[in-house]
């Protein structure tokens, strides 16, 4: 499935589980070509995260989609002021750090994009906890470039 709708809950999670494949993937390939060993640590640690999103999208209840209850989560927007960067060999743990953080970003804001189009109150929840996960994931992203690369100085 490479195109989404609010079609179908299971369509939205179908989708989904592709999206945090795609992502496994991509990580593993940074894990495989990085250079530095507490770099290539770093992106299989996101491998297993993004492992950890496709399985709980696999055993997620749909039909209780509707009583899950959403945490709140601060988004420090660290990413906010940062440009995109592109993978290559020779990373640093900052640029890794930027590029984890700017992908999910991006996913956040797919996600939340799509949550108030669709009209199904399932589905509308479902983008909304997709969201809700990426924003977990860059928050715990963003806390360690804050600790680890702001705290530098």
Not at 95 to 113: N, V
Not at 119 to 125: P, V
């Amino acid at each position: 499935m490479t195109s989404v709708s609010c079609s179908s809950v299971d369509d939205v999670v179908n989708f989904a589980i592709n999206k945090e494949e795609k992502a496994m993937e991509f990580y593993q390939k940074c894990a495989d070509r990085a250079k530095n060993p507490g770099i290539k640590k770093f992106f299989l640690e996101m491998v297993t995260e993004e492992k950890r999103h496709r399985d709980m999208l696999k055993d997620l209840d749909v039909l209780g989609i509707s009583d899950v209850k959403l945490p709140q989560v601060e988004d420090l927007q660290i990413g906010d002021y940062l440009i995109d960067v592109e993978f290559y060999d020779d990373i640093t743990y900052q640029e890794a750090l930027t590029l984890a953080m700017k992908k999910e970003e991006k996913a956040h804001a797919f996600y939340s994009g799509w949550k108030n189009k669709c009209m199904h109150e399932k589905t509308s929840k479902l983008f909304e906890l997709l969201a809700m996960e990426e924003l977990k994931h860059k928050r715990t992203i963003e806390t360690m470039y804050d600790e680890e690369i702001l705290a530098w100085d």
